[in-house]
């Protein structure tokens, strides 16, 4: 069994960053990719970023070049550093893990975390 445990979330200005860390209990690096969705209001959960078992990454469109996500093996976290944060990156954050590959659907994945809101005002 996976639990994962989101922080970091809260409010910011426009042009703002966070960094959301994703803490992990088991084993989790070395079995599961780990990735970040988000859900806005109204809307399907988003693919924003996964980091598969070997340590590739891959980023959605809208968040790349902005967002960077890492992993502390020792510490067993992820980690997502958001920058220059825009409105429309409000959402729920969540973090999750699933197949080693990477996925951007959230359907493959198996463990999710209770997710972290993240409010960028204008």
């Known amino acids: 069994q996976v639990q994962l445990v989101e922080s970091g979330g809260g409010l910011v200005q426009a042009g703002g960053s966070l960094r959301l860390s994703c803490a992990a209990s088991?084993?989790?690096?070395?079995?599961?990719?780990m990735a970040w969705f988000r859900q806005a209001p109204g809307k399907e959960r988003e693919f924003v970023v996964t980091?598969?078992?070997?340590?590739?990454?891959y980023y959605a469109d809208p968040v790349k070049g902005r967002f960077t996500i890492s992993r502390d093996i020792r510490k067993n976290t992820v980690y997502l550093q958001m920058n220059s944060l825009k409105p429309e990156d409000t959402a729920v954050y969540y973090c999750a893990a699933g197949p080693g590959g990477g996925s951007r659907y959230y359907t493959e994945y198996d463990y999710w975390g209770q997710g972290t809101q993240v409010t960028v005002s204008s």
């Open positions: 088991g084993r989790t690096f070395s079995s599961y990719a």
């Open positions: 980091i598969t078992r070997s340590g590739g990454t």
